[in-house]
């Protein structure tokens, strides 16, 4: 069993930063790997990032590549996404996952954190 928290949205100008966070807590959380997705209102989960459990290997979404970069500490049992260069259609609830593999899947993770918002003003 994995626990996801995530933290540190919130309402940002475009061209602004945010870093979110995503505390895990549970034994298998370091060989799993890590994803944000996020959900904006009246649109499906979309992908934004994911990460291998070693951290070797990381996949973008198009609309985010070059200006969101995701890491993970395994040691604090942290996942992090640093968004750069925010624009107002980045504007959603932010999801942390946990699965087996980095895919682009959504149903393919099994834990999910409760998310957090992140507005983008023009």
């Known amino acids: 069993q994995v626990q996801l928290v995530e933290s540190g949205g919130g309402l940002v100008q475009a061209g602004g930063s945010l870093r979110l966070s995503c505390a895990a807590s549970g034994s298998t959380f370091s060989r799993s790997a890590v994803a944000w997705f996020r959900q904006a209102p009246g649109k499906e989960r979309e992908f934004v990032a994911a990460?291998?459990?070693?951290?070797?290997?990381?996949n973008y979404a198009v609309s985010v590549k070059g200006r969101f970069t995701i890491s993970r500490d395994n040691a604090k049992n942290t996942v992090y996404l640093q968004m750069n260069s925010l624009k107002p259609e980045d504007t959603a609830v932010y999801y942390c996952a946990a699965g087996r593999g980095a895919t682009v899947n959504w149903n393919e993770y099994a834990y999910w954190g409760q998310g957090t918002q992140v507005t983008v003003s023009s």
């Open positions: 990460m291998s459990w070693s951290g070797s290997i990381s």
